[in-house]
């Protein structure tokens, strides 16, 4: 009964509550004159927002807002010019959104959104599959300025629509692209284009806007581009593709040539984005740049996937402003990374070419260069490789002869030195005095063997500088390499399949120069470990080293040049053949056995005096001698 009287009383409760409710909720109803306060109250403070959010559209701005509007009327005008300031002008005016123009040399795009190049096409060239060479194309290349306004707006010319208009200065065509303020206040781009001519004058100027800029602010020129894969090998591509600039008058610098880099530079004279064969250069014509933040991103981890640019560069230099306006003169370099080509310009664009450092680069450009250029000339540029190569064998040819005259009186002396060894088996130290000391008076140090073949290696290293940046050797053909600046593939394995450091294809030269490489160091190396005599203490073993470079040298030309220039492998294969039939030749024909030991013994029965460097040495291992003997005799 009590828990039936407990239920009542929780209803009752409850629609008590409900009641109080439903009455409160009834008193608080608004008014029909409530409603209506209440709904204008609304409206203004949505009127209100709106009002707020115009104001703010002024700073902030999206793509939309630079739209090219053809026809406004005043109060558009007036809306466009509240939200983007002066600058809207230039939506009001009309143009095509491309200017193309042509000369000997390009085929050109200019944009009108922005101002810029879109399109720059090399009429003379096509790259590794007949496609015409593109430094500028599908957006891979962007050039902006930004700059501050009075009214505390950040502009990017990017952004907005410029002008165009062609007209021609005698034989050279001028295309000027002016982003408007008004018809008499505008920042230009002018581009001068001479006939038969890859450097285009290009110069930045602005007219009536030093009452726009807002000059205590930086006026910043922004150029990013990805380099265009035009090679075979993108890898190999990417190796000579760098950044290059010179600053301080003379000085020439890359960034990185593999990973990523960056780098902030003062006084810049120029800067060439290197894409291998071709580049990008922009020049400071007027003064240099006081300061640019450069950047190098390689594009290239995985050659399957990442196969359409090798590199991204970027630089950001401020502009300075003079009487408050922008007035710079520049050269807008694109075209083949050749030699000959950028030397005609006298800015010292040529030192962008990796020639090699030091004595190498000195002697690509003093003999090589020219050499090469002139049998190619008049001969097939395989055919000038082989002669070129003779030529560079004939004039060391002196060194392999020192060389080979130094191992046969070492052959000569082996029975006397093997005595020496014998005699003193128990005294490492005499037997090395002894040994000098014959040497020493037969005139045969090994030395006198060793110093004539570093003189080779400023030659091997520059050569190997030289084939892989020879312009002239690109896309040019020989026996069955059609390209060699490239490899000259025989097999391509099949899609997907590749061997690690060595690739998915099979080239032939480098096959050649690995299997004349083996039978070279075969004879030489052969005939140098026979002559060694045990290793002394503590001294690595010479002859086991020499046998496993036998293999290792072939095998790393076989595995590293797979994928280089097969101009390189046809000069290494043609200098192997030469230095094998030279030694033949020297060892059958020029060196009498009889006739070097006749003046063996003479050298021997003459006292021979020593140079101080010797007599140095001679006194060291007598006090090593002297020093043994004493501790041999304490330890007794």
């Given at each position: 009964?009590?828990?039936?009287?407990?239920?009542?009383?929780?209803?009752?409760?409850?629609?008590?509550?409900?009641?109080?409710?439903?009455?409160?909720?009834?008193?608080?109803?608004?008014?029909?004159e409530?409603l209506?306060?209440?709904?204008?109250a609304?409206?203004?403070q949505?009127?209100a927002?709106?009002?707020?959010?115009?104001?703010?559209?002024?700073?902030?701005?999206?793509?939309?807002?630079?739209?090219?509007?053809?026809?406004?009327?005043?109060?558009?005008?007036?809306?466009?010019?509240?939200?983007?300031?002066?600058?809207?002008?230039?939506?009001?005016?009309?143009?095509?959104?491309?200017?193309?123009?042509?000369?000997?040399?390009?085929?050109?795009?200019?944009q009108?959104?922005?101002?810029?190049?879109?399109?720059?096409?090399?009429?003379?060239?096509?790259?590794?599959?007949?496609?015409?060479?593109?430094?500028?194309?599908?957006?891979n290349?962007?050039?902006?300025?930004?700059?501050?306004?009075?009214?505390?707006?950040l502009?990017?010319?990017?952004d907005?629509?410029?002008q165009?208009s062609?007209?021609?200065?005698?034989?050279?065509?001028?295309?000027?692209?002016?982003?408007?303020?008004?018809e008499?206040?505008?920042?230009?781009?002018?581009?001068e284009?001479?006939?038969?001519?890859?450097?285009?004058?290009?110069?930045?100027?602005?007219?009536?806007?030093?009452?726009?800029?807002?000059?205590?602010?930086?006026?910043?020129?922004?150029?990013?581009?990805?380099?265009?894969?035009?090679?075979k090998?993108?890898?190999?591509?990417?190796?000579?593709?760098?950044?290059?600039?010179?600053?301080?008058?003379?000085?020439?610098?890359?960034?990185?040539?593999?990973?990523?880099?960056?780098?902030?530079?003062?006084d810049v004279?120029?800067?060439?984005y290197?894409?291998?064969?071709?580049?990008?250069?922009?020049?400071?014509n007027?003064?240099p740049?006081?300061?640019?933040?450069?950047?190098?991103?390689?594009?290239?981890?995985?050659?399957?996937?990442?196969?359409?640019?090798?590199?991204l560069?970027?630089?950001?230099?401020?502009?300075?402003?003079?009487?408050?306006?922008?007035?710079?003169n520049?050269?807008?370099?694109?075209?083949?990374?050749?030699?000959?080509?950028?030397?005609?310009?006298?800015?010292?664009?040529?030192?962008?070419?990796?020639?090699?450092w030091g004595?190498?680069g000195?002697?690509n450009?003093?003999?090589?260069?020219?050499?090469?250029?002139f049998?190619?000339?008049?001969?097939?540029?395989?055919?000038?490789?082989?002669?070129?190569?003779?030529?560079?064998k004939?004039?060391?040819?002196?060194?392999?002869?020192?060389?080979?005259?130094?191992?046969?009186?070492?052959?000569?002396?082996?029975?006397?030195?093997?005595?020496?060894?014998?005699?003193?088996?128990?005294?490492?130290?005499?037997?090395?005095?002894?040994?000098m000391?014959?040497?020493?008076?037969?005139?045969?140090?090994?030395?006198?063997?060793?110093?004539?073949?570093?003189?080779?290696?400023?030659?091997?290293?520059?050569?190997?500088?030289?084939f892989?940046?020879?312009?002239?050797?690109?896309?040019?053909?020989?026996?069955?390499?059609?390209?060699?600046?490239?490899?000259?593939?025989?097999?391509?394995?099949?899609?997907?399949?590749?061997?690690?450091?060595?690739?998915?294809?099979?080239?032939?030269?480098p096959?050649?120069?690995?299997?004349?490489?083996?039978?070279?160091?075969?004879?030489?190396?052969?005939?140098?470990?026979?002559?060694?005599g045990?290793?002394?203490?503590?001294?690595?073993?010479?002859?086991?080293?020499m046998?496993?470079?036998?293999?290792?040298?072939?095998?790393?030309?076989?595995?590293?040049?797979?994928?280089?220039?097969?101009?390189?492998?046809?000069?290494?294969?043609?200098?192997?053949?030469?230095?094998?039939?030279?030694?033949?030749v020297?060892?059958?024909y020029?060196?009498?056995?009889?006739k070097?030991?006749?003046?063996?013994?003479?050298?021997?029965?003459?006292?021979?005096?020593?140079n101080?460097?010797?007599?140095?040495?001679?006194?060291?291992?007598?006090?090593?001698?002297?020093?043994?003997?004493?501790?041999q005799?304490?330890?007794?």
């Amino acid at each position: 009964m009590e828990e039936k009287k407990l239920d009542i009383n929780s209803i009752i409760g409850f629609v008590l509550i409900f009641g109080i409710l439903v009455f409160m909720m009834y008193q608080n109803t608004p008014t029909p004159e409530e409603l209506e306060a209440q709904k204008k109250a609304e409206q203004e403070q949505v009127e209100a927002e709106q009002r707020e959010s115009k104001q703010n559209e002024t700073l902030v701005t999206t793509s939309q807002d630079y739209a090219p509007v053809k026809a406004l009327d005043s109060t558009q005008l007036a809306e466009a010019k509240n939200r983007l300031g002066a600058i809207s002008y230039a939506l009001t005016l009309p143009g095509d959104d491309m200017t193309i123009v042509e000369t000997d040399v390009f085929e050109l795009k200019f944009q009108r959104q922005g101002g810029q190049l879109a399109e720059v096409k090399l009429k003379n060239f096509v790259d590794y599959d007949s496609v015409p060479i593109y430094m500028v194309k599908n957006q891979n290349s962007n050039f902006n300025i930004t700059f501050n306004t009075n009214d505390g707006r950040l502009r990017n010319t990017q952004d907005f629509p410029f002008q165009p208009s062609v007209t021609k200065s005698g034989d050279n065509t001028v295309v000027s692209m002016k982003l408007k303020f008004s018809e008499q206040e505008f920042l230009e781009y002018r581009y001068e284009l001479k006939p038969d001519d890859y450097m285009i004058d290009f110069s930045v100027k602005s007219q009536g806007l030093n009452g726009i800029f807002n000059t205590s602010q930086p006026i910043t020129l922004d150029w990013r581009q990805k380099g265009i894969r035009h090679a075979k090998s993108i890898s190999y591509e990417n190796r000579y593709t760098r950044l290059t600039y010179m600053h301080d008058t003379d000085r020439v610098e890359k960034l990185g040539q593999m990973g990523d880099d960056e780098e902030t530079v003062e006084d810049v004279e120029w800067l060439s984005y290197r894409q291998h064969f071709f580049s990008s250069i922009l020049v400071a014509n007027d003064n240099p740049f006081s300061k640019v933040e450069m950047t190098s991103k390689n594009l290239v981890e995985d050659e399957e996937v990442d196969s359409l640019f090798t590199k991204l560069y970027t630089t950001k230099m401020p502009l300075a402003f003079n009487g408050g306006e922008v007035n710079k003169n520049y050269g807008l370099y694109y075209g083949p990374t050749d030699a000959k080509t950028l030397k005609a310009y006298d800015k010292n664009l040529e030192e962008s070419i990796p020639f090699g450092w030091g004595i190498f680069g000195w002697i690509n450009k003093a003999l090589f260069i020219p050499l090469f250029g002139f049998l190619s000339g008049f001969l097939p540029y395989g055919i000038a490789i082989i002669v070129m190569t003779v030529l560079v064998k004939i004039m060391l040819s002196f060194v392999q002869y020192k060389q080979f005259l130094s191992q046969a009186k070492m052959k000569i002396l082996k029975p006397e030195l093997d005595a020496i060894r014998a005699k003193y088996k128990d005294n490492k130290m005499k037997a090395q005095q002894e040994t000098m000391a014959l040497q020493s008076k037969a005139g045969a140090s090994p030395l006198s063997g060793c110093l004539p073949g570093l003189m080779q290696i400023p030659v091997f290293y520059a050569l190997f500088m030289f084939f892989p940046t020879a312009f002239d050797l690109r896309q040019k053909s020989f026996l069955w390499a059609d390209d060699l600046s490239s490899f000259d593939s025989i097999y391509d394995f099949p899609d997907g399949f590749s061997i690690p450091f060595y690739g998915d294809h099979v080239a032939l030269f480098p096959i050649l120069a690995a299997v004349a490489i083996f039978f070279y160091m075969k004879m030489t190396t052969g005939q140098q470990t026979a002559m060694q005599g045990p290793p002394q203490e503590g001294m690595p073993d010479m002859s086991k080293m020499m046998k496993y470079m036998i293999y290792f040298s072939p095998l790393l030309m076989l595995v590293f040049f797979n994928n280089y220039a097969s101009g390189l492998s046809l000069y290494y294969f043609i200098s192997n053949l030469i230095s094998i039939g030279i030694m033949l030749v020297i060892k059958n024909y020029i060196i009498d056995e009889e006739k070097v030991l006749a003046k063996i013994e003479v050298s021997k029965s003459k006292p021979k005096k020593q140079n101080r460097f010797q007599r140095k040495m001679a006194e060291m291992m007598e006090q090593a001698e002297q020093q043994k003997q004493a501790q041999q005799r304490r330890k007794k």
